[in-house]
């Protein structure tokens, strides 16, 4: 029953996210690292505001300990790349964040981490779950006398995490710059951090939606313009510079600038590519999934660059980032790294990063947004999530990845792939892609088109063709 997926092992609570589970889950991961021979460093352990993370990852820890391999437990609730961080810090073989990230409350889950701190391969996981069909006797230790008897520290990283990021940005600027910053954690884990950075260097920073709340207020943990609308009318109404929304577990991250309008995830990751090249002189790649704006091709064709394209899952990213040496990598959903930071996601840092931004450049988001707009041309992209019957998925993945059928889109294409479900590319520049969550039951239409009209219409040929 447990299956990882693009963000690790995600599952409904109370259904396979259960005590059991958990514990199958971690006894195959010890299994696999007595294999190895690799149980001599500890791993670490992290969990975010989600109902149960806390226990899940006493119940984590536990395996662990009785199995004979002590653990880091991170000693309360963390963003998942200050979990990351810690096990690039300490060069660990193996940490976990127990988190559902940007999922619905109903779900929780397990992020697996591997040496430098980044997301676990899907070799490696695929292994995980061979490990895990095979187990069958549980080995754990009570978290208290594992405590007494030093198989578990406790540790906090926070201020080492705060530093490794307050290290990369021009402090004076933003210091002088003094900005008005408005910052929505979506009831996640992201304040703490976000807070001290941005209140030590002198931003005038409010916060909304923090109090611990394991629904996250009714709504999706995920910033988008649906989801941030409390935070867009409080920008515009109170003058500040900024709107900053991070997910459940702080790895993505949403913007809403000064004119209340929401910065797509693309238009991040454009804004701080143009930003790093253009002003401050940094050379090199930029990395992007399948599902992600082509401005960035444009951007670092005129730079003198590459763009390199990837399947869906931040491990893809992160490995490319490694073989390239790349500026940035990053994905429409909003997560992205930095080269020298973390090889995951980080929402806190590349807030950051858009604060002093606009600190050095002196100028506004919006402003900034349509000096590349008018230099590379306006796009827009258009993300559809698709339900269906659950035994209605072998039907639609045999016509689209077997057959190899595509509707009637009444515009020339370029050419076809399925190195990650379907992207069509279309002669115009445009591109739609469909593919299943690796999280959730959904089919996954996109489409990027130099209208919105083209892009909903390509949309809606190919669910109709789907008949979903």
Not at 63 to 72: L, P
Not at 110 to 137: H, N, P, Q, S
Not at 204 to 212: A, L, S, T
Request: with cysteine; glycine share 8%.
């Amino acid at each position: 029953m447990i299956k990882f997926g693009t963000g690790g092992w995600r599952a409904i609570i109370g259904d396979e996210f259960t005590k059991a589970n958990i514990q199958v889950l971690v006894q195959g991961l010890c299994d696999k690292i007595h294999k190895e021979n690799k149980q001599e460093k500890p791993v670490i352990i992290g969990y975010d505001r989600r109902f149960l993370s806390e226990e899940g990852a006493k119940w984590s820890a536990e395996v662990f300990c009785g199995n004979s391999i002590k653990v880091h437990f991170i000693y309360k609730n963390s963003p998942t790349p200050l979990i990351m961080f810690q096990v690039k810090k300490e060069t660990a073989y193996y940490g976990i964040a127990v988190t559902a990230s940007h999922n619905p409350a109903l779900y929780n889950g397990i992020k697996l981490f591997t040496e430098g701190g980044r997301d676990a391969a899907m070799e490696i996981t695929d292994e995980i779950e061979g490990y895990i069909k095979k187990v069958k006797e549980i080995k754990s230790m009570p978290f208290d006398k594992a405590v007494n008897e030093h198989m578990i520290e406790i540790i906090d990283p926070f201020n080492d995490y705060i530093d490794s990021i307050m290290v990369f940005l021009d402090k004076s600027a933003i210091i002088n710059a003094r900005l008005k910053v408005l910052l929505d954690p979506m009831h996640g884990v992201s304040k703490t951090s976000l807070q001290t950075i941005l209140l030590t260097l002198r931003c005038d920073v409010d916060v909304i939606n923090d109090r611990h709340d394991t629904l996250f207020g009714g709504k999706l943990p995920s910033p988008s313009a649906a989801t941030l609308g409390k935070l867009s009318a409080m920008v515009v109404e109170d003058n500040y510079d900024i709107g900053l929304g991070t997910d459940g577990d702080a790895d993505r991250l949403g913007v809403i600038d000064d004119k209340g309008r929401f910065i797509h995830p693309n238009e991040i990751m454009m804004l701080l590519y143009y930003y790093l090249v253009k002003y401050k002189g940094w050379k090199g790649d930029v990395v992007r999934n399948i599902a992600t704006t082509h401005v960035l091709d444009d951007m670092a064709a005129d730079f003198g660059f590459m763009c390199h394209e990837v399947p869906v899952g931040f491990k893809h990213i992160s490995s490319k980032l490694d073989q390239t040496d790349a500026v940035l990598g990053g994905e429409s959903s909003g997560g992205l790294t930095v080269r020298g930071h973390i090889s995951g996601k980080d929402g806190i840092f590349a807030a950051s990063l858009l604060v002093e931004m606009m600190a050095v450049t002196k100028k506004k988001l919006s402003v900034i947004l349509k000096e590349i707009y008018d230099k590379y041309g306006y796009r827009i992209m258009i993300e559809n999530s698709y339900t269906f019957d659950h035994d209605k998925k072998p039907k639609l993945s045999k016509m689209l990845y077997e057959d190899k059928l595509i509707p009637e889109f009444g515009l020339p294409i370029e050419k076809l792939s399925y190195e990650d479900g379907l992207k069509v590319y279309f002669n115009n520049g445009g591109w739609l892609v469909a593919r299943f969550s690796g999280t959730e039951p959904l089919l996954r239409v996109f489409a990027e088109m130099p209208d919105e009209k083209q892009a909903q219409d390509v949309c809606d040929r190919m669910k109709g063709f789907l008949g979903i």
